[in-house]
């Protein structure tokens, strides 16, 4: 997966398109990413120590890498990912300006 932790990324597709993010969690054999504030569902919640009056709570779920884009950091636009052979490892590059991410 071309995609890590800590990625800033822009939704593509679905009910959040346009807006932005941090990727906090990849799950690699589903394709999926969590990123905090976006694809929020409501969930119930009985009551607990944690939470003495239950409630509606607001939770991030998995969402397809398909539907995201890598942000460069250089040139601040949605890219694709490309790859480059360095000395000793692979580096990640942007297909619009080159620049490494």
């Not at 003495?52 to 709570?57: D, E, I, K, S």
């Amino acid at each position: 997966m071309k995609i890590k932790k800590g990625d800033k990324v822009r939704v593509i597709a679905g009910k959040d398109k346009g807006r932005e993010g941090t990727i906090e969690r990849v799950y690699k054999k589903a394709g999926k990413v969590v990123i905090p504030g976006i694809n929020l569902y409501k969930k119930h919640i009985k009551k607990n120590e944690k939470m003495p009056q239950g409630g509606v709570v607001e939770i991030p779920r998995p969402m397809d890498v398909s539907k995201i884009m890598i942000i460069c950091p250089k040139c601040n636009k949605p890219t694709r990912i490309g790859y480059k052979l360095g000395k000793d490892k692979k580096i990640r590059i942007c297909k619009k300006c080159e620049s490494e991410i």
